[in-house]
């Protein structure tokens, strides 16, 4: 089997592709080399709304803007969370430290109040007993207790009442010592009773024990709030301690109570403070313990105490006379009973204060942990940022040189594929650069087109080397232009034959005859108007055969591959182009066939006998051999006028001289 010896492939891509290979990524701004990596890399079919947000190359300088926004993002945000959290818990920290400031300051101010309400409370008492007894031997008993609230006023840092309280004696310590002592000198004018005086002063040391409640109240949190209320619970039951004694004075400075409303006003304040002190130690073992050890190392004082309270609380006026003796004597014992709340009380205050000192320790160093740690933050915020803006700047380089490289092999891929795509069939070449095997293909119908060149051998005798080529070039440059209208493929151009099919890679039904006859057809007509270059006014004449069968077809070769056809059929081909005439289109019966079955094409039988008693095609006819001349199609006719040169005289001698190179 014959192979190809010489091969001239003429290789002219398209104006299209010609301009996109030779463009030159050095004279494309930013922006145009982005869209054309985007391009290559199949980015710009995305449409979806976040691709402009998120998506950005950093070759351009918005790209860079962007790369440099989302890497700042993805350092900054979980530092900016970080940072947040933190001065979440500063503030928190802050704030506590702030409250346990208030709160020790409201729980040493309590103290000052506390002994102010005491010497507030026996005046009470001394002014109930007083008004009760109405004797010189009381009066003296109340004008000692005068002296010691003053100074306990005086003593106070502060003036603790609030602002909100309308009333005009509260509004400062000079205006509410005016009131104190109006009342104080009026009370031999108006001839008061106990209970007025009780009535009296309680109100004034309820405005007190109200603004402890409250300021106690604000402070309660974290875990300190119990031993909070406990000291509220306290306070308060020191109050109606109190209360039960000036109440308990009166009944023995007067042998009884006057109504039956003092007796419940006893009974209230009695029931009151002990259910009062029940609750603190709900909330405080601590004050508790504290309470019951005062009680015993006081048990020898205030056993008489308990014997009085059941005796007020039998309340048997009728058997008891006045005396003030007893009244002193329950004064004292529950002075001493109310002071070991008061130091219960005192102890309370004094634990929550060590509590609140620790917890605001606490706080202090928190504080300067955190401070710190934002110290760092602002110094570490400006290196981490400068940091990214400079990986950003060194990312776009590297982008930039990456992007010519791919622009750079783009156009070299464009210069393979295109020389590939001239090798081989677009179908074969694409599944080779998959690394897919291809193998032979049997195709049934076919029909291969074979022309030369009349008179070449004599051409290439008078004319150098250059004009030669130029010359094939000036053919195969206007064939290569007219073959790409019809659905054809060039398998081989060698020397001055030129080799095309129709029906293969990509079979078309019959229509591959069709598509031959009207390519042939065309180029003869071309050839009138195309001169020899270096011959003015000599035009170029071909020889042209044609043939339909089946044939096989594939790829030969690894280093240099190309797509080959095999068969009778290929033989038989070039037999009828080296038996054809000058400019003439010279068919086998099978072509002769499909073209007369699909219509449209006006064919003469050939009369001579040169392709008749060819023994080749004998042999491939199975001995009948008729052969046909295209005449015309869809109304056109060819020049049937034979160019008489040397060559066409002797048919015999170029089929003889083709034979051995056409077989495969």
């Known amino acids: 089997m014959g192979l190809f010896k010489k091969r001239e492939n003429q290789i002219r891509p398209s104006s299209k592709s010609n301009k996109s290979i030779d463009s030159s990524t050095g004279s494309m701004t930013r922006s145009q080399l982005n869209l054309a990596i985007m391009d290559m890399l199949n980015l710009t079919q995305s449409h979806h709304s976040c691709d402009s947000v998120c998506r950005g190359n950093p070759i351009t300088e918005t790209g860079k803007r962007k790369q440099l926004l989302k890497m700042l993002s993805v350092v900054l945000l979980p530092m900016a969370i970080l940072v947040g959290m933190t001065g979440n818990v500063f503030l928190t920290t802050v704030s506590n430290y702030i409250e346990s400031k208030d709160t020790r300051s409201a729980l040493s101010f309590s103290v000052e109040l506390g002994q102010m309400m005491r010497f507030l409370q026996r005046e009470r008492d001394m002014s109930a007993l007083y008004v009760s007894a109405i ?62 005086e009780l009535f009296f002063y309680t109100d004034v040391i309820e405005v007190f024990i109200t603004w402890l409640y409250d300021s106690v109240s604000e ?23 109190g ?44 004050a508790y313990s504290i309470y019951e050890v005062q009680m015993l190392q006081n048990d020898m004082v205030l056993s008489p105490v308990r014997a009085m309270r059941l005796q007020i609380r039998s309340n048997k006026s009728a058997q008891l006379s006045g005396s003030l003796d007893k009244a002193n004597d329950w004064f004292d014992n529950m002075t001493v009973y109310q002071d070991i709340i008061r130091e219960t009380q005192r102890a309370l205050a004094s634990k929550i ?27 570490v915020c400006p290196v981490v940022i400068i940091g990214v803006y400079f990986l ?18 783009n156009k070299e891929k464009r210069r393979t594929d295109t020389l ?16 897919e095997q291809v193998d032979a293909e049997h195709y049934d119908q076919a029909t291969i087109f074979f022309s030369d060149i009349v008179g070449f051998t004599k051409i290439s005798s008078s004319s150098s080397p250059l004009q030669v080529v130029d010359m094939l070039n000036s053919l195969y440059t206007c064939f290569d232009e007219r073959i790409e209208m019809y659905d054809v493929y060039k398998v081989e151009t060698i020397g001055d034959a030129y080799m095309v099919v129709s029906g293969v890679p990509r079979q078309n039904g019959k229509q591959h005859a069709s598509e031959i006859a009207k390519m042939a057809f065309d180029l003869v007509r071309r050839l009138r108007h195309l001169e020899i270059p270096h011959l ?15 044939v096989v077809a594939g790829v030969v070769g690894n280093k240099m591959p190309r797509y080959c056809l095999f068969g009778e059929t290929v033989s038989v081909a070039s037999k009828m182009e080296s038996l054809g005439k000058a400019n003439k289109i010279h068919l086998s019966v099978n072509t002769y066939d499909i073209l007369t079955s699909i219509g449209g094409f006006t ?12 023994p080749d095609l004998q042999n491939a006819f199975k001995g009948m051999v008729r052969t046909y001349w295209l005449v015309e199609v869809d109304g056109m006719e060819t020049d049937t006028d034979s160019v008489q040169t040397e060559a066409e005289e002797a048919p015999h001698e170029r089929a003889a001289g083709s034979k051995s190179f056409w077989l495969h």
Not at 356 to 377: H, N, P, Q, R, W
């Open 420 to 435: 590939l795509y001239q090798m081989l069939p677009r179908s074969v070449a694409e599944r080779l650069k998959c690394n």
């Open 353 to 379: 204060d060590d509590m609140l000192s620790a917890k605001s320790d606490e706080d202090m160093y928190t504080i300067i942990t955190i401070a710190c740690i934002f110290g760092v933050v602002i110094i």
């Open 243 to 286: 209360r039960e004694r000036g109440l308990g004075v009166t009944y023995f400075a007067l042998g009884g109570f006057k109504t039956k409303e003092d007796y419940l006003l006893f009974l209230e304040a009695q029931d009151i403070a002990n259910i009062t002190f029940q609750s603190c130690r709900r909330y405080s073992e601590l």
């Open 536 to 550: 003015p006014g000599i035009k170029f004449t071909l020889r042209i055969g044609c043939h339909s069968g089946a």
């Open 135 to 196: 004797g010189p031997d009381t009066k003296e008993f109340l004008l000692k207790r005068y002296p010691d609230t003053d100074m306990a006023l005086e003593n106070l840092s502060h003036w603790p009442v609030s602002k909100k309280n309308h009333r005009q004696e509260f509004r400062s310590k000079d205006r509410f010592l005016l009131f104190l002592n109006r009342h104080r000198y009026q009370l031999d004018l108006y001839n008061r009773t106990a209970k007025e």
């Open 219 to 241: 402070a309660r949190s974290g875990s300190i709030w119990k031993t909070l209320v406990a000291y509220q619970e306290i306070i308060v039951a020191s109050e109606y301690v």
């Open 603 to 614: 064919m003469h039988e050939r009369k001579d006998s040169i392709a008749k008693n060819d």
């Open 392 to 409: 950003t700047s060194e990312i776009q380089k590297y982008s930039i040189s990456i992007a010519n490289r791919t622009k750079a092999l």
